[in-house]
């Protein structure tokens, strides 16, 4: 019994190696070589993905202008305050006393002002009074000069008597002694009247002397009001105020803390005006920052929500760059309404940025735009937005003549002199492109348009008379409406089974799916993903490598 399971044992060994090393080579006959994927319609939504952080709309640093120590506080974090509402106190009792000294000084100065006006104004009355003395004398000089011109008259006419025998010597002598008592007067009037006047002088000078101590008094009072201003100002400084509406998101002072304001102002709070609308700064790479527009929408999550779909839109995109490690981003601003308060400042948030959104469109999967057949030529298209032509100018040159290339190749099928010819002629093109680095924009779109029409003509002089055709067909649709998309290549199957090129013109992509702008393929069509036969390298005859001797 046992011989005869081991004899059986050794007869299925036997059979299954035989099957092994002759079992036929490949997958089964009926397993078609190549994988297909149907064209369908759906939504396609373009969207650029990007990391920022949530910032309040407006953020206000309240300070201190004045050192001193903090003796309270009335707000804290989350607190919501009102604009001018007192958040923290300084200590404040050295001002005052400066406050009340500084009034002190002022009331002084407004007494002696008082003073000093009295003094002006007696000033005023003694010129007064002089002025009417001087009047006075002025009017008995005048009485004086007439009784002496009468006394004159008097002792001429005595004198005419006396010579005449007719008149007396006493009268002649009255007459005499008048004219010389009015003389006497009226000098003496004279005398009173220049001391009068010589006192009215100094009237004058001691009414301006007194005028010019009330000014000195208004200039020392409104000095010492400027001071008790500048102190009332620093009283007011000691109770620091929210300037805004809005909430507390930091508060970096304590209790007993000491402020020092000597070189800049301390930030005591972080005030947040409004948290019911929030931003978010995202970094957004300088390859998708052409596609982001004012108002677009933006989904994103934060890692407090990773179930929730906040939305929001595209506020602007800041024009300044920045340069780290040699990558250049931008800031974008997304406004996003935070009515329920769910978003804080400083959060994390993971957006995407939809900037294109196609309901209904036909789509191809981007496994049939990477495919190429064994022995093709090119490399996979890729999906995008936006008008492709001849290069024209910056980062979109080297593209844009790739799908000149690619597009040449597979409409007019050049001869391989032909194909060698055009890639000369645009490789030529790169190297005149890399000499244009130092002009201005202006100067670089006008060297572009130079250099494009100079390789439409060289192309087409490479080109036979047919080919020539097609080429200036192709270059006359590039010149009139920008063609939307990019163009590029999918594989459909022929009645051979064999993959067939197809140029199309692609829209936008959402990674899996792009959109199918035209072509010659229609809904329903069936495009090649995968599959086919591969490249597989023959192996050299080797020499049969010797059998040892058999030991049974």
């Given at each position: 019994m046992r011989k005869w399971l081991i004899g059986t044992g050794l007869f299925v060994l036997a059979a299954a190696g035989g099957y092994w090393a002759l079992r036929p080579a490949g997958g089964n006959a009926n397993e078609p070589p190549?994988?297909?994927?149907?064209?369908?319609?759906?939504?396609?939504?373009?969207?650029?993905?990007?990391?920022?952080?949530?910032?309040?709309?407006?953020?206000?640093?309240?300070?201190?202008?004045?050192?001193?120590?903090?003796?309270?506080?009335?707000?804290?974090?989350?607190?919501?305050?009102?604009?001018?509402?007192?958040?923290?106190?300084?200590?404040?009792?050295?001002?005052?006393?400066?406050?009340?000294a500084a009034q002190a000084d002022l009331e002084q100065a407004r007494a002696d002002l008082v003073v000093k006006n009295a003094q002006l104004e007696r000033a005023r009355a003694a010129r007064i009074k002089a002025d009417s003395i001087i009047r006075d004398l002025e009017a008995q000089r005048t009485r004086t000069s007439a009784q002496l011109a009468d006394a004159k008259r008097t002792f001429e006419r005595q004198d005419q008597l006396f010579n005449r025998s007719t008149g007396s010597q006493q009268n002649l002598d009255t007459a005499r002694t008048q004219v010389e008592v009015q003389t006497a007067s009226l000098a003496s009037n004279e005398a009173q009247l220049a001391s009068a006047r010589t006192e009215l002088k100094g009237l004058d000078a001691d009414i301006q002397l007194a005028e010019g101590q009330v000014q000195a008094s208004q200039a020392l009072i409104g000095s010492r009001d400027a001071k008790l201003r500048d102190i009332l100002i620093d009283l007011e400084r000691t109770q620091i105020r929210s300037p805004v509406d809005g909430v507390v998101v930091q508060r970096q002072v304590d209790l007993g803390q000491t402020v020092a304001a000597s070189l800049s102002s301390p930030t005591l709070f972080q005030i947040a005006q409004d948290l019911r609308t929030i931003d978010i700064y995202a970094n957004i790479d300088e390859a998708d920052v052409g596609r982001l527009k004012p108002g677009q929408p933006v989904s994103f999550t934060v890692n407090a929500y990773p179930n929730r779909n906040f939305q929001g839109r595209v506020e602007m995109v800041r024009l300044g760059a920045q340069t780290i490690q040699n990558v250049v981003t931008y800031t974008g601003i997304i406004r996003v309404e935070n009515r329920d308060m769910a978003l804080l400042p400083g959060m994390t948030a993971n957006l995407q940025v939809v900037t294109e959104d196609r309901p209904d469109a036909l789509r191809v999967p981007n496994a049939a735009l990477r495919f190429r057949p064994v022995g093709a030529a090119g490399a996979p298209a890729t999906a995008g937005t936006g008008p492709v032509a001849l290069p024209d100018a910056g980062e979109r040159a080297p593209r844009a003549a790739n799908a000149l290339r690619e597009r040449i190749e597979t409409e007019l099928q050049p001869t391989p002199e032909q194909k060698q010819a055009i890639a000369g002629i645009l490789k030529e093109r790169r190297g005149n492109r890399e000499a244009m680095a130092g002009l201005s924009p202006e100067e670089r779109r006008a060297a572009f348009r130079t250099a494009r029409n100079e390789i439409v003509t060289k192309i087409g002089a490479v080109l036979d008379p047919e080919r020539r055709a097609k080429f200036e067909a192709i270059m006359q649709e590039g010149r009139g409406a920008p063609r939307q998309g990019v163009p590029g290549r999918v594989y459909v199957l022929d009645?051979?089974?064999?993959?067939?090129?197809?140029?199309?013109?692609?829209?936008?992509?959402?990674?899996?799916?792009?959109?199918?702008?035209?072509?010659?393929?229609?809904?329903?069509?069936?495009?090649?993903?995968?599959?086919?036969?591969r490249l597989t390298t023959t192996p050299e005859p080797t020499a049969p490598r010797p059998r040892g001797p058999r030991l049974f």
């Open positions: 190549y994988r297909t994927a149907t064209l369908d319609r759906g939504r396609i939504t373009a969207a650029v993905r990007a990391t920022g952080t949530l910032t309040p709309v407006t953020t206000v640093l309240v300070g201190s202008q004045l050192s001193g120590q903090i003796v309270e506080l009335l707000a804290d974090y989350n607190t919501q305050v009102k604009a001018g509402q007192v958040v923290a106190r300084l200590q404040s009792d050295q001002i005052r006393t400066r406050r009340d009645e051979a089974g064999l993959p067939k090129p197809v140029p199309v013109t692609l829209g936008p992509t959402d990674g899996a799916f792009t959109e199918l702008l035209g072509g010659e393929v229609r809904d329903g069509a069936q495009v090649v993903t995968g599959g086919g036969p």
